[in-house]
C-alpha cells in the first residue's frame, strides 16, 4: 500500500506535506519537516524583502482549529532560495516547494526572475491569498487581477508553478475562476488558504483572541474542512486534466486526507494540525491513511483519487 503521488510530472515518496506558513519560517523549522514522514515541505511564503510581521498574539488555536494574522513574517526569498539550495544538494531525491508572494506585478515578476536564475529545481508556489496584509486586498477574489498577474507569470517564468487560492463560495464563482485558470499552464492549484477575516472570542475575558486587525484573522482546522472539501472538488471537476489539485485545509487524520483526495487532490497539506501535533503528525497521518485504503482494499491513491460518489 502506498501513499506515493506525482505532482506536475514529479515522483513524491508521500502526498503529505506541510503547508506554508506552518513550520517552514527558517532552516531549524524545514529541517524538522525534511526529517520527518512528510514527502517533501513548502517555505513560508517569501516576499522581495525579509518581515518581521503583525503584532503578537497572532496566532491563536481552538479546539476547532485557529484563528492567524501574521503578517507575512518572513526571511526573505534569498534566505528560502539558499536553504533549498543547500537541500537539493543534501537530499537530491526530493523536490521542494518555494512559496512567494509580491506585493505588486513588478514584484512577482522579480520574485520570478531571482528564482529562474538560481540553481532552483523545485516546484513555485505562488500565493494569491494571504487575508492579513492590512490595506491589501485578497488578490484571489480581484479575478481581472489573476488574470493579469497569471498572463505575465507565464510569460517570464518556465518551471513548474502553481497559485494558492482563497476560499471560494458561490458556484458562479468556481466557474469564473476555471475560466480564467484552464488558460494557463499551471502545474497545481491549491485550494483553500485560510477563510478571510473571521474573528474568534474569549466571551469570558470578552476580548478578541489576536492583536492585529482588532483580532480578525484567516480562520483554519475544523472550521475550514467542508469549504476545503468543496473547493478541491469544485476546481477537480472544472480544470483541465494538467492543473491538477494539492488540497488544504482541516486535515488532522487519515479520514481527512482521504476525504481530500476522494475529492480529487493529488497532494495534501496540513496546516493547523501540524501547529498543534508537530512534525510527527505525519508518521501518524500516514498509518491512518494507509489503514484505510487497506479495509477499503485500495493500494495506490489512484484507485480512488476524484471518486466522490453522488446520489443522483
Ligand atoms: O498572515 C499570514 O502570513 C498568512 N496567513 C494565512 O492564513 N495565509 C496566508 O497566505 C498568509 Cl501569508
Redesign the pocket.
Known amino acids: 500500500i502506498s501513499t506515493k503521488t506525482t505532482l506536475a510530472g514529479i515522483h513524491f515518496d508521500n502526498c503529505l506535506m506541510n503547508a506554508?506558513?506552518v513550520y517552514c519560517y527558517d532552516a531549524s523549522e524545514l529541517n524538522q519537516i525534511q526529517n520527518s514522514m512528510a514527502g517533501t515541505f513548502v517555505t513560508?511564503?517569501g516576499t522581495v524583502t525579509p518581515r518581521t510581521?503583525?503584532q503578537v498574539p497572532?496566532y491563536r488555536a481552538t479546539h476547532l482549529g485557529s484563528i492567524?494574522?501574521?503578517?507575512?513574517?518572513?526571511k526573505g526569498l534569498q534566505y528560502y532560495m539558499d536553504y533549498i539550495s543547500q537541500q537539493q544538494k543534501a537530499v537530491p531525491h526530493k523536490t521542494y516547494f518555494q512559496s512567494i508572494?509580491g506585493f505588486n506585478l513588478a514584484e512577482d515578476e522579480y520574485l520570478l526572475a531571482q528564482i529562474q536564475a538560481s540553481d532552483f529545481t523545485g516546484v513555485v508556489e505562488l500565493?494569491l491569498?494571504?487575508?492579513?496584509?492590512p490595506g491589501k486586498p485578497q488578490i484571489g477574489y480581484d479575478f481581472e487581477t489573476v488574470e493579469k498577474i497569471l498572463t505575465r507569470v507565464f510569460e517570464v517564468y518556465r518551471g513548474p508553478l502553481g497559485i494558492?487560492l482563497p476560499p471560494y463560495f458561490d458556484i458562479v464563482h468556481f466557474d469564473q475562476m476555471a475560466t480564467i485558470l484552464n488558460q494557463f499552464p499551471l502545474a497545481f492549484v491549491n485550494s483553500v488558504?485560510?477563510i478571510?477575516n473571521g474573528l474568534i472570542i474569549d466571551s469570558l475575558s470578552e476580548r478578541v483572541t489576536i492583536k492585529p486587525k482588532h483580532g480578525f484573522?484567516?480562520i483554519?482546522g475544523d472550521y475550514l474542512k467542508p469549504t476545503a472539501l468543496a473547493n478541491v472538488h469544485a476546481f477537480y471537476q472544472r480544470l483541465k486534466p494538467s492543473i491538477q489539485i494539492i488540497g488544504t485545509g482541516g486535515i488532522k487524520s487519515g479520514q481527512d486526507a482521504f476525504e481530500h483526495i476522494l475529492c480529487g487532490a493529488s497532494m495534501v497539506q496540513v496546516?493547523t494540525a501540524l501547529h498543534a501535533e508537530g512534525p510527527q503528525i505525519f508518521a501518524r497521518l500516514t498509518a491512518e491513511l494507509k489503514t484505510i485504503m487497506y479495509q477499503k482494499g485500495y493500494t495506490t491513491l489512484t484507485d480512488f483519487r476524484g471518486k466522490l460518489n453522488y446520489l443522483d
Open positions: 506554508a506558513g513560508k511564503t510581521g503583525n497572532r492567524n494574522s501574521m503578517g507575512l513574517p518572513n508572494a500565493n491569498s494571504c487575508p492579513n496584509v494558492k488558504n485560510s478571510g484573522g484567516g483554519g496546516g
